[in-house]
């Protein structure tokens, strides 16, 4: 059974830091191109970082102040999020895809909310 467990979100105050965890069983993690996306209420859900060994892909919004990064041996992938705004608050989800099989499985989502 594939599980996707993510840990790491809360409450922070605008221009504070947040560090999310995504620990991956039952495939075969090192095919896997890992991911961050989010979704915000009313709106649809975004790609926020990927991630495939030596290769890293960032929406523009964050780009400089997230870094995505990935321990296949821990079978983990994580999203280091700094210099936080009031626009990042949203669910976030981790997802592992393999485009050779083309499986795609995803997280429960963890809440991030950025407010004074």
């Known amino acids: 059974q594939v599980q996707l467990v993510e840990s790491g979100g809360g409450l922070v105050q605008p221009g504070g830091s947040l560090r999310l965890s995504c620990t991956v069983s039952?495939?075969?993690?090192?095919?896997?191109?890992m991911g961050w996306f989010r979704q915000a209420p009313g709106k649809q859900r975004e790609l926020v970082a990927t991630?495939?060994?030596?290769?890293?892909n960032y929406a523009d919004s964050v780009k400089g102040r997230f870094t995505i990064s990935r321990d296949n041996a821990e079978k983990r992938v994580d999203l280091q999020m700094n210099s936080l705004k009031a626009e990042d608050t949203a669910v976030y989800y981790c997802?592992?895809?393999?485009?050779?099989?083309?499986?795609?499985?995803w997280g429960q989502g963890t809440q991030v909310t950025v407010s004074s």
């Open positions: 991630i495939r060994t030596g290769t890293t």
């Open positions: 997802n592992a895809h393999n485009v050779m099989s083309n499986n795609n499985y």
């Open positions: 039952g495939l075969s993690f090192r095919f896997y191109t």
